[in-house]
């Protein structure tokens, strides 16, 4: 199959559907690659390693669209981009469909085959290609935090692992999950002291044997999260309820018993954000204070690191985008949880969650695909 790469072209976006690295893999598997100019710019690889990897470059966006059967990217498609989908055309990316009339609209225009990244599931109920961005974002939670707490910056001038001789500072994460874990990775592994609140007791089980006593676990709960938040010098937000906008667990209320320049990092704001005093902010202005607190709110957290969230996010695609490419449609049927991300084809809406949210009919994902292959199954499986 014919595999296009074409460049970011989201404001601030700097990843890359597919690094050097992935390339080589989709060739050993001989398939082709057309990747456009500077692609790779943002995560230091230019044209001459996509050469060098195997891959063809196309001057420009244009003719990596009309090239491919199948497009590579990671953010959802600009309107330009749904306009150069073709039909049949298979697109594998981040969508994010459900509050996205539009976006939705254009690629059922357009026809094409959308797998999103994030409806991918895995065995576990997981979702594998959403994780490697929580991952990053809840490293990152903690380095923000850090820079937050500088006197220079606003913060209590205090440095997350303290010294011989002096308290840490004390980090509350709210959410367990992914980001969460990640998060009390980092800040235990510099010496902090490290609380996480959890729903769930089986997560919380789970995360008493991962640390090993390292850090403290507590049920969430309004009186926890009051006792734990008045006392916290950062409080990191990574709760997410699946399908649902993030809880308020923080109210304005209760910032006025925190210390003063304290930090909250609500990674939780690309679903809305669970401290009621969120909102979104950029990497170019990322902290804003309310009532003495700074708050850190970066919405594509992961986008400051490209390199690293490039190579996260290529390590988690890489066997899906291959079995599209070996496979064509076919791979939709012989994998459910490939198939689970399969959200737009052929103009039609086929992931319930999708239909739901936009009040659109939806198809069924192995009647759409087997339609597609008894029509135009040759061309397809090649
Ligand atoms: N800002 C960014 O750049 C960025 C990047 C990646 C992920 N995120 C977001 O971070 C959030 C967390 O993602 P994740 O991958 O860790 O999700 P996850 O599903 O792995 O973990 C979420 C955890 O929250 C817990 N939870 C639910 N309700 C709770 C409550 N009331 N109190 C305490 N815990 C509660 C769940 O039990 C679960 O363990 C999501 O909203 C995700 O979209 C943001």
Redesign the pocket.
């Known amino acids: 199959m014919k595999v296009g790469v074409p460049k970011e072209i989201k404001p601030q976006e700097y990843r890359v559907g597919l690094t050097p690295g992935a390339v080589r893999e989709y060739l050993a598997a001989g398939h082709e690659v057309v990747v456009e100019t500077n692609a790779g710019a943002g995560i230091g690889a230019d044209d001459a390693a996509y050469l060098k990897a195997g891959a063809q470059i196309a001057p420009g966006a244009a003719q990596v669209f009309a090239d491919a059967e199948m497009i590579v990217k990671v953010k959802e498609p600009q309107p330009q981009e749904w306009q150069r989908l073709s039909e049949g055309q298979i697109l594998f990316t981040y969508l994010h469909l459900a509050p996205d009339p539009r976006q939705t609209e254009g690629l059922m225009k357009s026809g094409c085959t959308a797998v999103a990244y994030e409806t991918v599931t895995d065995a576990r109920g997981g979702l594998p290609l ?2 490697p ?2 991952e990053v ?2 490293r990152l939670s903690i380095e923000a935090a850090g820079m937050a707490l500088k006197s220079s910056n606003g913060g209590r001038g205090l440095l997350l692992g303290g010294v011989p001789g002096v308290q840490p500072a004390k980090v509350v994460v ?7 874990t990640h998060a009390a990775r980092m800040a235990a592994g510099l010496g902090a002291e490290v609380t996480i ?4 007791l089986p ?1 919380l089980r789970e995360l008493d044997d991962l640390f090993m006593s390292r850090i403290k676990t507590r049920f ?1 709960s309004i009186e926890s999260i009051e006792e734990e938040v008045f006392s916290a010098d950062v409080v990191i937000g ?5 399908g649902a906008s ?2 308020k ?1 923080v109210t304005r209320d209760m910032l006025k018993e925190m210390k003063r320049g304290a930090v909250v990092v609500d ?5 809305g954000g669970c401290f009621e005093t969120s909102h979104a902010t950029t990497h170019a202005d990322p902290t804003y204070v309310v009532d003495g607190i700074i708050h850190y709110c ?5 986008g400051s690191v490209p390199l690293t969230s490039s190579h996260a996010l290529n390590n988690a695609t890489l066997p899906f985008g291959l079995a599209l490419a070996d496979k064509g449609l076919r791979a939709l049927l012989d994998d459910p949880h490939l198939r689970a991300g399969l959200n737009v084809h052929r103009g039609e809406i086929t992931h319930p969650a999708v239909a739901k949210s936009l009040g659109l009919p939806l198809k069924d994902a192995v009647e759409a695909v087997q339609e597609d292959l008894r029509r135009h199954g040759a061309r397809l499986a090649s």
Not at 174 to 180: F, L, T
Not at 197 to 200: C, E, K, Q
Not at 238 to 242: G, H, K, R, S, Y
Request: charged share 10%.
């Open positions: 959403l994780a961005m929580s974002a809840g709210i959410g367990g999950g992914v980001v969460g609140l959890d729903r769930s997560r969430s990574a709760v997410l309820v699946p993030a809880p667990l990674v939780a704001i690309d679903q970066v919405a594509n957290m992961p």
